[in-house]
């Protein structure tokens, strides 16, 4: 089939093509590489510092400015959104909360004006639930609910590869509101937006950002935006939780941290600034330089990426648990939250704790800890649900970043408890400094593995949106290097996606197809022999509808190897007994396919 209108989100990066054999260092060398083309783009495509893409972000920064000032000197109620599905609704939560603590450090009796909708509730910021993507209804239902009380709104809905219905049926609704600004962020050109029927609804993403598009263009227009910087291509094809994610947290910030920054320096008198942060490329420069001194640390962070992969590959109970000190449990809640979607991974295989638990979180729907032991992910639950039960199977990596409310108490004793006991301890932490903090010191000759980075940039009026950023980085090598080494990744290709939506359908059909070098029509058919275990399928299996055969194969591990084996000749049964040998994914792929090739 010809490549050539490959989408942008999930081509594969040919930086990356021996991603598999790099070993530990080499793989974080190689996403220091692609994490270098955020800042220097792609090819011949616009990127962030391209003249089309900074002067919207500082547009989009003056309206958002005007809109603040309103707020704080007025009391007008304009609310900001931030939405997106997965990665792209945790990074809009993680992003409102912090503008929010802004604004309230100088303005208290302000109501928190910046807004987050996720698919799926707030249950979706720790667990994978991909379904609720494709419903464009229940987008423009979290939208409305979270803007009824505003008389203004700005929206920024997010979909890295142009391709959530959800966040379609947002900015529908956001354009046909009278006084709404609408901003759509993605990382493909407007054309590659998703074209695919969606169900239940007589529109596409594509016709609906079309739509957003032409209204954009139109001179004087000041409501209508498209923010699409091109990245390039996933290290790990079409994994948009890492370069989409980190732009997606780079866009927001420069677009509010020179909003904020003006507003401070015109409403309040005093002197003291952070940093002089008065545009949106003042903002880019600094994440920037973020990303250079952050992976300073590459050999560091392959020591951890080693101990976290061998603990992934020796064992069925394995678990790997990220420890996070002040706020930067939630960029372990965000790393954590991706494992079982991206790389096939246990339920409670990877699983991240806050200092603070939900109150930390500031989320929407507050402590729901009580719906399941998922979502425990308090220092108190850690205690109580895990630390009694940590063996030499596990590894506990401590995650931290410079911060002013760190001096408590309770985390010496929980990390003195944790170094005591058998697992593997890791720690990462991002500081000004080459020095760890107190809590970390008392540990350190128990670390089996350490990484401090040092970045000159941590925080904006004490929130360490610097420090989270780099941290960000740093988990991402982490996760992706440790499930490569336990065999999920073939090339640069995810071989266990777990098949939970619309999108994961068609990526994980294509993923056979590149495989094994057969058609996509073969590879949606071994999909299908696999999702049902049938060796022939029947034209009525064929013709159920795709929401059937998603539902069906949400709860299935190895389906993609399953698959691939089968579009190879072998029939489901031998394909699961292949599976059974325990040998990693790769290493059966490459035997299979190397045999069907004879």
């Known amino acids: 089939s010809t490549m050539a209108a490959k989408r942008v989100t999930e081509t594969a990066n040919e930086l990356t093509d021996l991603f598999d ?15 270098g083309q955020l800042f220097n783009g ?14 919207r972000l500082k547009s989009l920064s003056d309206i958002a400015e005007e809109k603040l000032l309103e707020v704080i000197l007025k009391g007008d109620s304009h609310c900001f959104v931030f939405t997106g599905c997965g990665t792209s609704g945790r990074i809009a939560w993680l992003c409102a909360r912090a503008f929010n603590r802004i604004v309230r450090q100088h303005h208290p009796h302000i109501p928190d004006c910046f807004k987050y909708c996720i698919s799926g509730g707030d249950e979706s910021l720790v667990i994978s639930n991909e379904l609720p993507e494709d419903d464009p209804h229940a987008g423009a239902h979290d939208l409305r609910q979270v803007t009824d009380q505003c008389t203004s709104a700005m929206v920024f809905g997010i979909t890295c590869g142009l391709s959530a219905p959800y966040v379609a049926g947002q900015i529908e609704y956001a354009m046909a509101q009278e006084n709404f600004t609408t901003c759509l962020i993605g990382f493909n050109p407007i054309a590659q937006a998703r074209d695919a029927p969606v169900e239940n609804w007589d529109k596409t993403c594509c016709e609906v950002f079309d739509t957003l598009e032409n209204l954009a263009l139109e001179d004087d227009d000041l409501k209508h935006w498209i923010l699409n910087p091109i990245v390039g291509p996933e290290p790990i094809t079409g994994s948009s939780r890492m370069k989409g994610g980190s732009m997606t947290h780079i ?64 064992s069925e109970e394995n678990h790997i648990y990220y420890l996070g000190v002040g706020p930067a449990g939630l960029m372990g809640v965000i790393d954590a939250s991706e494992m079982v979607d991206t790389y096939g991974c246990r339920d409670d295989e990877v699983r991240a704790f806050v200092q603070g638990g939900w109150g930390t979180c500031a989320t929407r729907e507050g402590d729901i800890s009580p719906k399941g032991r998922a979502f425990r992910l308090s220092f108190e639950d850690f205690s109580m649900d895990i630390l009694p039960e940590l063996s030499d199977r596990d590894c506990v990596v401590i995650v931290s970043v410079d911060h002013v409310t760190c001096s408590d108490e309770g985390v010496h004793d929980l990390m003195v408890k944790v170094a005591a006991s058998p697992v593997q301890l890791a720690c990462v932490h991002v500081g000004s400094t080459a020095h760890p903090p107190a809590y970390l010191a008392k540990i350190e000759d128990d670390c089996q593995a350490m990484c401090l980075a040092q970045c000159d940039e941590i925080q904006v009026c004490d929130e360490p949106i610097f420090a989270l950023f780099g941290l960000k980085l740093l988990l991402n090598i982490i996760s992706t290097g440790a499930n490569t080494i336990r065999g999920a990744v073939f090339g640069n290709t995810m071989i266990n996606v777990t098949v939970s939506n619309n999108k994961l359908f068609y990526r994980a059909a294509e993923i056979v197809a590149e495989l094994t070098g057969c058609q996509s029509q073969d590879a949606e058919v071994a999909l299908l022999k696999a999702i049902y275990g049938l060796a022939k399928l029947p034209q009525e299996t064929r013709d159920l509808p795709l929401s059937d055969h998603i539902k069906r194969a949400t709860t299935m591990k190895y389906i993609v190897p399953e698959a691939a084996l089968i579009a190879t000749g072998l029939s489901p049964s031998e394909a699961r007994a292949q599976l059974r040998q325990r040998l990693p994914l790769r290493e059966l792929l490459r035997q299979a396919i190397e045999h069907s090739h004879h």
């Open 21 to 35: 054999d790099a070993g530990p260092l080499g793989m974080a060398r190689l996403l220091r590489q692609t994490d």
């Open 251 to 314: 866009l927001l910030n420069a677009i509010f941290l020179p909003a904020l920054h003006n507003i401070m320096a015109d409403v309040i008198p005093a002197p003291k600034h952070d940093l002089p942060m008065s545009t949106p490329l003042d903002a880019a420069l600094y994440f920037e330089r973020v990303c250079r001194q952050t992976h300073l640390s590459d050999d560091s962070i392959a020591q951890v990426t080693n101990l976290v992969g061998q603990v992934m590959a020796q």
């Open 42 to 55: 792609w090819r011949e495509h616009p990127g962030l510092y391209d003249v089309e893409i900074m002067t």
